[in-house]
């Protein structure tokens, strides 16, 4: 023990007992201690050395075992209940080891024995008592100071002993955790606050190949009766007495659940649809993978179904996002409702879904969920008091090659729904390997399309549109060819649909109307002939906004009467938008410009609107026209879009015209106009001066 720094005044000391010669003699040699400077004073009387202590201040004293009222260790409890802290040495008259254990456990800080005590043995005993007393006042200052600072603290501190059980806590970690300090004092932590096994864990970490970390941290949810879950960030370091010695842990804890709902928030939002709350694409293709993984395992079979919904770009743009947006949640929570716990829905584009169907028996398991997709799509949506009607394509991929990763599989499932889609609305297809080799062809004919302009590889042919009255050619169809410099010529049929779904259709369809104008109307000055010009409009042209100027300067541009200009548009393109579509046929009717519906009786027209298209002609699909001399319910179709169009006021144009029987029903119908390969086929303009040279009749 080191001995206690002098100070400027002595040490005061109190010695109590009945014996007066007893008590000089220690006072005497306490007068000889060298190391430090000390007055004495006696008291003989208990009651009077009590009142001494509690009035004045004494450094230290020292009490015989029996005094006159009360044994030293009454007197000592009577002390230090009255909060008399300094140092008490025991004056014994023996050494018995009862009387010794006793001393100690009552709280005396030495002991004597006074029939063999000598200068040397009281010298060390006072330095040792007023030492320690010094070390006591230093730890207690060192506590306060430590208990100021961590009750300002805005975490939650813990002192863990050597056992793992609490031997403090400070204010803000009760009320963190809703607890008082007498509820988890003197108990383990590993029942209070850690898990057991939580807490080893920190433990085991904070020593490494021997060595003792200085500070381990872990993110731990803590779990207490009757409160919530908390996530806390949990710092553990050795907890160390005034000597350096390990005496337990010191914790930190720092309440973050805030930051983990932000953290799980975004982590939600980075894998998750914020519109639907559906997994998004890279979720989806994650469990896809899972899923592929599990079936290998267990020899199962999984689906994935793409579902695109048609015209949805229509919905969004006629009545706005706030409509478009609920119609998605709607949808999205009617398919939800088609599927199994065990599968996956989920939003990987605008108004794209996805299906993953696990453990799948066969395919009339996917055929199934394809027929109630398309069975919900009959039932309109009430969004905003508006009822909305939606068609979906769906396409189909079966998980049968084991070596196909989650993007392959993704990829087959969107090329089948790409090919539906070309086929028209509510429309199915199951991937199979023609289908990757067709959609390699159709992905490299976009590719081309999109140079088709400036390469001038498209070029317009005419086909003459015939008066059944009289037989004479009055106008032309404009009909667009495309000669690939690899492929050939190219069906129609096979890139106007790609054009439609690329958008490539805009531009073309401008290029084919100007081309056709400026090429009918240099026929127009030299034959002196006013013959009318037919040119079809596409649905996505319909949705252009200035459509109708940009074909006023057309006209302009390629001195091009527009009442000898006859602009087709088909049934199902003017219901895709009903009321924009008769909003842009009026614009085009002040231009002089005459409507004609194409493909009359093929589409969803509804008769209510008939009346309302500013139209002046119906063309009667091909279809009819082909069976109606040999099919007696085509006839009556026929005749009843001929009468049906003269009622309206309107005239009639007859495609695919191919035999005589056909042409003469067709004027016994008295059907104004007709086209088709009896007359002429599709010819380029030098053939067409030629046809025309020779003043043909039929």
């Not at 008295?670 to 303009?685: H, I, N, T, V």
Request: charged share 25%.
């Amino acid at each position: 023990m080191p001995t206690p720094k002098r100070r400027e005044t002595p040490y005061r000391v109190l010695l109590i007992g009945n014996d007066t010669n007893e008590l000089g003699n220690i006072q005497e040699k306490l007068s000889k201690i060298n190391s430090l400077s000390c007055t004495s004073q006696l008291s003989t009387d208990s009651s009077s050395a009590i009142a001494l202590l509690l009035k004045e201040s004494f450094d230290i004293f020292f009490v015989c075992y029996q005094l006159d009222r009360m044994n030293c260790f009454d007197f000592l409890t009577k002390i230090r209940t009255e909060n008399v802290l300094c140092p008490a040495i025991l004056l014994a008259d023996n050494d018995i080891p009862e009387t010794l254990t006793t001393a100690v456990e009552m709280g005396f800080d030495e002991y004597l024995i006074q029939k063999d005590l000598n200068l040397f043995q009281l010298e060390r005993s006072v330095i040792n008592a007023i030492s320690k007393k010094q070390i006591t006042n230093k730890i207690n200052e060192s506590e306060l100071s430590f208990r100021c600072v961590v009750e300002s603290l805005s975490e939650g501190v813990l002192i863990i002993d050597l056992d793992d059980k609490i031997i403090f806590v400070n204010n803000h970690f009760t009320q963190m955790i809703d607890r008082n300090m007498s509820e988890l004092k003197h108990q383990l932590i590993s029942e209070t606050v850690i898990s057991e096994l939580q807490w080893e864990s920190l433990k085991s970490r904070m020593s490494f190949n021997g060595f003792q970390v200085g500070e381990v941290r872990n993110e731990i949810l803590l779990k207490f009766e009757g409160k919530d879950p908390m996530w806390a960030e949990v710092k553990v370091s050795p907890y160390r007495d005034v000597l350096g010695n390990k005496q337990g842990h010191l914790l930190v804890v720092t309440d973050i659940s805030s930051r983990k709902e932000v953290e799980e928030k975004l982590f939600h939002n980075t894998f998750h649809d914020h519109l639907t709350g559906l997994p998004n694409r890279v979720l989806f293709l994650d469990r896809l993978g899972q899923s592929k993984s599990r079936s290998r395992k267990f020899d199962q079979l999984l689906a994935l179904l793409i579902i695109d919904i048609d015209r949805f770009k229509l919905v969004s743009d006629s009545l706005g996002t706030s409509v478009s947006d609920k119609l998605l949640n709607e949808f999205a929570i009617r398919t939800k409702s088609l599927i199994r716990k065990e599968d996956t829905l989920a939003r990987i584009g605008t108004d794209i879904f996805a299906i993953l169907l696990e453990d799948v028996y066969d395919i009339r398991d996917t055929t199934h969920l394809v027929s109630k997709i398309h069975k919900m799509d009959k039932q309109s949506f009430n969004i905003n008091n508006k009822e909305i009607y939606i068609t979906t394509c769906v396409g189909v991929a079966l998980d049968f090659d084991i070596d196909k990763t989650p993007e392959d599989l993704m990829r087959d499932a969107e090329t089948a729904v790409h090919l539906a889609k070309l086929k028209g609305p509510s429309q199915y297809e199951l991937f199979n390997k023609d289908m990757h080799e067709r959609a390699v062809n159709l992905m490299e004919l976009e590719n081309d399309m999109r140079r088709v302009l400036e390469r001038n590889e498209l070029c317009v042919n005419f086909q003459p549109i015939i008066s059944l009255i009289n037989g004479t050619i009055t106008g032309f169809e404009a009909l667009v060819r495309w000669q690939h410099p690899k492929r050939g010529l190219v069906s129609p049929s096979e890139f106007i649909p790609v054009a439609e779904d690329t958008g490539l259709i805009l531009p073309m369809g401008l290029w084919i109307l100007e081309n056709a104008c400026k090429k009918i109307r240099s026929l127009q000055d030299i034959t002196g002939q006013n013959y009318t010009l037919s040119v079809n409009l596409s649905g996505k042209q319909l949705s252009e906004t200035d459509l109708a100027k940009k074909i006023n300067d057309i006209l302009t541009r390629t001195r091009f009467d527009s009442q000898l200009l006859r602009l087709e548009i088909t049934e199902s393109a003017i219901m895709e938008d009903a009321e924009e579509a008769i909003n842009l046929m009026n614009k085009l009717r002040q231009l002089d410009i005459e409507l004609y519906i194409d493909d009359f009786g093929t589409g969803y027209s509804s008769l209510s609107y008939l009346h309302r298209f500013p139209v002046t002609a119906l063309k009667i699909d091909i279809s009819f026209v082909n069976r109606m001399s040999d099919s007696h319910s085509d006839l009556e179709i026929v005749r009843t879009i001929v009468n049906l169009a003269h009622n309206l006021k309107m005239v009639v144009i007859a495609e695919g015209i191919e035999n005589k029987k056909q042409l003469s029903l067709l004027r016994q119908l008295r059907c104004e106009f007709g086209q088709g390969y009896l007359m002429s086929k599709a010819l380029g303009l030098e053939d067409l001066k030629e046809l025309l040279s020779s003043n043909p009749q039929w």
